[in-house]
């Protein structure tokens, strides 16, 4: 990491192309303002095995405005 450069957060998002949805903090699938962060990709594939969700996709905040 560069030393400007603010650690990627990253939402874990629902699998499908119909469904624009992403995990909150109880697993719950929610729209993105609802959502849940996390501070690394590693942090939020925990957070989605611990919740029962085997197929997910990570979407980057910094890539959809402010988190």
Not at 12 to 25: A, F, P, V
Not at 51 to 59: I, K, N, R, Y
Request: net charge positive; glycine share 6%; charged share 25%.
């Amino acid at each position: 990491m560069q030393l400007n450069q603010r650690p990627q957060r990253v939402k874990i998002r629902k699998n499908s192309l119909t469904d624009n949805r992403y995990l909150d903090r109880q697993g719950r699938w929610v729209p993105w303002k609802q959502a849940a962060w996390f501070s690394s990709d590693r942090a939020a594939e925990r957070f989605a095995q611990q919740h029962g969700v085997p197929v997910f996709g990570l979407f980057t905040c910094e890539s959809y405005g402010k988190p």
